[in-house]
């Protein structure tokens, strides 16, 4: 069995049935995906930092859901999902030390000023 063969399979056997995965209509789902994804933005506006922007994106593919009801579009979604939210993991350790240094430096450059008025 090739790929393209097992994909068809996979298409024809099962559908992801929506009700179950969201409790909820379409247009709710897509008002609380909107009021996270701008809250995110916001948030990135302000603090700059990338993990905000990555986990905006995971929220808003979590609207493929509702394109169709194919197992494998149900499971395509779900690994870029879960790769999206390991990006956005290390993300927020690769950034880290960036803005520890930075604040280092500046505790440093407030010691160094503070030594020279003595």
Known sequence: MNIQDML???????EAVQ??????TLGMHMTFVSIAV???IYRYYVQ?????????SAIFVSLGFWLSES??????IGILQVLLLIAALISTFVCKPAEAAADAKA????????????
């Open 8 to 14: 068809i399979t996979m298409e024809q056997e099962a």
């Open 48 to 56: 700059k930092r990338p993990y905000q922007v990555i986990i905006a």
């Open 38 to 40: 701008i809250f995110f």
């Open 71 to 76: 197992k494998t579009v149900y499971y395509g």
């Open 107 to 118: 505790d440093t450059e407030a010691k160094e000023d503070n030594s020279g008025e003595e």
């Open 19 to 24: 009700p179950s995965l969201f409790p909820f």
